[in-house]
């Protein structure tokens, strides 16, 4: 074998490598059949997310919709000034957002009023919705001002986890919870993440002795995750939900299984909450854009050694949802997709925040 095909070889592990090796042989080849087509594809698509982690595009703006103002745009490098973000991605949620996100402002109100040290913004990320999404979301930020609420608008669709880690990207949280549009999942229950993430933080922080007490000790800097799970669910779920649905549930259980290892149930419940330390390392990471982000958000955990925890939430099945067949076949491809490139070395992981 010539020296560059191993070396290649050892460069991309043992991977099906068939047409870059024959095509560094014998020249660039026709493709033939779609079979390889299809691996040229996913070889293609990862290279070209290779560096897709890395925040390029020019800086995110905040329009103040009330005076029109453009209002400077916060990294997830910088220090937290708020408490906590709420992340919301929204896609075509004209019907289901204003009835959550009253829910959610109350609730923040009711908090702030409690204890004037709890501060907060709701950062709304729309990819293109085609229908009164933007509309409904300035309301807000008109109602509340552009301190409380904020939308990010990335003009046309990339999925719900590319508008997750955009909101993560420029929120400014110690505590940064991403939740639904259409409030599956009562606001309240953030107080249980909440409480598991300090318990967390600080039995890191003083390893293992989270009763100690350190004025240097701040939630933002340990990396933390917390999910919330709807496993105490899935029986009564099982029985109501569409047949595809449970088929994708556990087909995803299985593949976290094999992809991460034991220890998370369902991952893909979209409430969770990280530390501004594990947003930061996680969404400078994720590189995939769709359904499975949760799954390569739990394999980025496990590299980062960042402890997870799940925490029991309320959940409902809201009608209106995203996912539907089509779906499928995009979860697998994007499962294949981050297969091929953390195990090729093409999706390095980077420690530099
Ligand atoms: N920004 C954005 N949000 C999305 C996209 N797809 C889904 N979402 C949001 O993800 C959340 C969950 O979607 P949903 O359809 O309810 O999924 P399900 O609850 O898993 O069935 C909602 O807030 C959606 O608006 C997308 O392509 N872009
Ligand atoms: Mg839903």
Redesign the pocket.
Same mark, same amino acid.
């Given at each position: 074998m010539p020296i560059y095909t191993k070396f290649l070889e050892n460069q991309f592990g043992p991977f099906n490598l068939g047409p870059i090796l024959v095509a560094l042989k014998f020249g660039p080849v026709k493709v033939r059949s779609t079979k390889e087509n299809r691996s040229n594809n996913v070889f293609f698509e990862a290279y070209k997310r290779r560096n897709n982690h890395q925040h390029i595009e020019v800086p995110a703006i905040f329009e103040d919709p009330n005076s029109l103002k453009q209002v400077p745009c916060p990294h997830i490098v910088d220090p937290a000034t708020k408490y906590i973000s709420l992340i $919301?991605? !929204?896609?075509n949620?004209q019907h289901r957002l204003p009835g959550a996100l009253d829910e959610t402002m109350n609730y923040l109100q009711q908090r702030t009023l409690k204890d004037s040290s709890f501060t907060y913004e709701v950062v709304i $990320? #729309? #990819?293109g919705s085609t229908d009164e999404t933007k509309r409904v979301a300035f309301e807000f930020v008109r109602k509340y001002t552009v301190d409380k609420v904020r939308v990010i608008l990335l003009g046309r669709?990339?999925?719900?986890g590319e !508008?997750i880690r955009k909101g993560m990207l420029h929120s400014r949280g110690e505590l940064l919870l991403m939740l #639904? !549009? #259409?409030g !599956?999942t009562k606001v309240t229950d953030l107080e249980k993440l909440e409480n598991q993430i300090h318990a967390v933080a600080k039995s890191e922080y003083h390893q293992g002795d989270s009763s100690n007490s350190d004025p240097r000790f701040r939630i933002s800097d340990v990396p933390v995750a917390v999910f919330g799970s709807r496993a105490h669910l899935e029986e009564k779920a099982l029985a109501t939900r569409k047949w595809y649905r449970n088929f994708l549930m556990k087909g995803f259980h299985l593949v976290v299984l094999l992809a991460s290892g034991p220890g998370i149930l369902l991952p893909?419940c /979209?409430f969770k909450m990280f530390t501004r330390a594990a947003a930061r390392k996680l969404f400078s990471n994720v590189r995939l854009k769709r359904w499975c982000f949760d799954v390569e958000l739990v394999f980025l955990c496990k590299r980062f050694k960042i402890p997870i925890s799940e925490v029991s939430v309320n959940w409902s099945e $809201?009608p /209106?949802?995203?996912?539907n067949l089509l779906s499928i076949p995009n979860m697998l491809w994007e499962l294949v997709l981050m297969s091929v490139g953390y195990r090729t070395g093409m999706w390095r992981i980077s420690n530099s925040t």
């Open positions: $919301i991605p !929204a896609f949620e $990320i #729309d #990819d669709n990339h999925g719900k !508008a #639904d !549009a #259409d !599956a893909q /979209g $809201i /209106g949802s995203k996912v």
